[in-house]
């Protein structure tokens, strides 16, 4: 109680300095708190190991053909390009495009048939069609996505429609002719 | 708006109680002797519309919850299950959904009614502001609720809502991921919408305990737009006349609810949400609800993913900003006769978007949204303007007048809502 009477004067008391020390520490506790709170909702390790590479055989892909399979949860297309479908994704004017990549930067050198792309819409997350026979490819002979109206080309390039982006390619490399290893 | 208690404890357990707890005070003080304007129409009756809806949905989902599973492979089966097995389960399950499509009805009214009388101007901002916030935290909580049964369009509604995230610039991919516990939508995403759609019908009833606080400090609004003035002669005890006059809203609500439980269950749904969620191929033809639809409109509208959900995004966000956007002092629309013409439009351009936001993604379809889109933002525009030049119809002198037909006399349109200080 004797502290009481010098708190009028400018000078910090001991209670100031207990005030100003705890509230600091509460203040980094409380933050650090947030580290569980927030990091439970990434990725759990199972998610995670359960994206170990996966090796895929081409061989029973036919020309023309596309194929859908999953990795780390991840909807891949794989599709053996016709003749027609590569020369037009190389025909395309790189400048022209909204998200500009070249179809040799989106394939393996000497594997060009083979396109290997991530199969969500970069707009919003839907599968686009035109894998399987029947479906529309939309107006530039790769993928229509029916939710919102985006066009991919043969090379998976966003052409037309509200997505940014060209369908991504995911790491992955030739251990054999035709085979791939995903990851 | 709450003036001195008139509560009278009459045994010697309510004395008891209420020098302890005045909780009996407090419900007779806001639900009987509190004073509400003597002219309400049936519009207002929606706000108890409102409570209800919300409690009966806390029922039913709670005993829902008792018969589901939240796991990516039990999900659909488990709902099929209460529809099948669970006594009374397709009643549960049919009042929830279709409650949840009759709750979003009901606060549409609401929020049209509020805008049509000028319910968020001075002293009622704060009120409204809490208005939105409801708004939004049901927009959240009906989208996870109908990612649950982990049908196709639970999981395509889910995968398309939350990539709106991803349109933010550096951060967007990681909250995404955060979101989705994984690299897709998956079995963790659907046990953590669980858990949050479980939590926030309770935050709602926190923000509705204050949405109503703040409604009986300012007192209600009422169809002429002005104030109350003399409490004697404007106001009527809440008891019995707006309880009486809620319940007859309430009932003829529910006669409606009880139509589409019973006779069109699966109306507002879509048959898409029957098959199970297969990642791999998305239902040719996806849309959310019919409640999401204006705004998916207008999401689609733009040409452009980031601008598409800032637009989104905005269309509910501007509501917030209502009080000072709208520049004219006179509230009811009643007394605006330029203003009301645009507010019909506003409603024509709302039902439009909801029906584009139901058609492909095709033209003329695009186009038409797109015009569509620039007139639901041209209204709020518009009620910056009109405000300035607008000349009012002659107010009321009192509620009790409009209602007595008194002397009408002549009030100048600023000063008739001069705000009221009521203690």
């Known amino acids: 109680m004797a502290h009481a009477t010098d708190t009028t004067g400018t000078e910090p008391t001991r209670r100031d300095f207990l005030m100003l020390t705890t509230g600091a520490f ?75 990549q070249t179809d040799e930067q989106r394939t393996k050198a000497g594997h060009e048939r083979y396109l290997v792309v991530y199969g969500n819409c970069t707009h919003l997350g839907c599968v686009p069609l035109g894998n399987a026979a029947g479906e529309p490819k939309g107006e530039f002979d790769g993928w229509f996505c029916p939710c919102h109206g985006s066009h991919y080309d043969s090379s998976g390039r966003i052409r037309k429609g509200p997505a940014p982006l060209n369908l991504p390619v995911p790491p992955y490399a030739f251990t054999a002719d035709t085979k791939i290893k995903i990851g | ?218 007192g209600q609004n009422n169809p002429t737009g002005v104030e109350v003035k003399d409490v004697k002669k404007d106001t009527v005890p809440f008891t019995p006349y707006a309880t009486i006059k809620d319940l007859f809203g309430m009932v003829c609500f529910m006669l409606v609810f009880a139509w589409f439980v019973f006779y069109q269950p699966n109306f507002m749904g879509h048959a898409d949400n029957y098959i199970p969620a297969n990642p791999a191929s998305t239902p040719a033809h996806i849309v959310p609800e019919w409640y999401f639809l204006p705004f998916y409109a207008i999401l689609r509208a733009i040409p452009d993913k980031l601008g598409g959900v800032l637009a989104m995004g905005g269309a509910i966000v501007i509501l917030a900003f209502l009080p000072w956007i709208d520049t004219s002092k006179v509230k009811s629309m009643t007394y605006r006769p330029i203003a009301r013409q645009f507010f019909w439009m506003f409603v024509l351009v709302c039902i439009g978007l909801g029906y584009l936001g139901a058609m492909p993604a095709d033209e003329p379809y695009v186009t038409i949204s797109r015009i569509l889109t620039v007139l639901y933002f041209g209204f709020f525009l518009a009620l910056a303007l009109i405000g300035i030049f607008e000349r009012p119809a002659p107010l009321p002198t009192s509620i009790a007048d409009s209602v007595l037909g008194g002397s009408g006399a002549r009030l100048g349109h600023a000063t008739a809502s001069e705000p009221q200080a009521k203690g």
């Open chain 1, 26 to 100: 509460g203040a980094v506790g409380a933050a650090a708190l947030l580290v569980p709170l927030v990091g439970q909702l990434a990725p759990d390790a199972q998610v995670v190991a359960a994206g170990a590479p996966i090796e895929l055989d081409l061989t029973p892909i036919a020309e023309g053909q596309a194929i859908k399979l999953f990795w780390r949860g991840k909807l891949i297309f794989v599709r053996n390009r016709t003749k027609k479908e590569i020369d037009e994704a190389k025909a395309v004017d790189v400048a022209t495009l909204r998200d500009p």
């Open chain 2, 1 to 218: 708006m709450s003036g001195h208690s008139t509560y009278q404890p009459k045994t010697g357990i309510e004395r008891w109680l209420d020098a302890r707890l005045p909780i009996v005070r407090l419900m007779h003080d806001s639900a009987v002797s509190y004073p509400v304007p003597r002219n309400l129409n049936l519009l207002w009756t929606f706000g108890g519309i409102l409570v209800f809806m919300l409690v009966a949905q806390i029922i039913t989902g709670v005993i829902l919850a008792m018969h589901y599973t939240p796991n990516a492979t039990m999900a659909f089966n488990s709902v099929e299950h209460i529809m099948r097995d669970v006594n009374f389960g397709w009643l549960l399950r049919y009042l929830h959904s279709n409650g949840a499509s009759m709750f979003f009805v009901a606060v549409y009214v609401h929020i049209f009614r509020g805008m049509y009388y000028g319910s968020y101007k001075a002293p009622r901002e704060v009120l409204w502001i809490l208005g939105v916030i409801i708004f939004l935290l049901m927009m959240a909580t009906a989208f996870m609720g109908y990612v649950l049964p982990w049908g196709q369009m639970s999981f395509w509604g889910a995968t398309v809502i939350t990539n709106l995230f991803s349109a933010l610039p550096v951060i967007g991919e990681t909250i995404v991921t955060f979101l989705w516990g994984g690299y897709s939508v998956d079995n963790p995403t659907l046990n953590r919408f669980f858990s949050l759609h479980f939590l926030l019908p309770f935050m709602i009833a926190g923000v509705v305990v204050l949405h109503i606080w703040a409604l009986h400090h300012v």
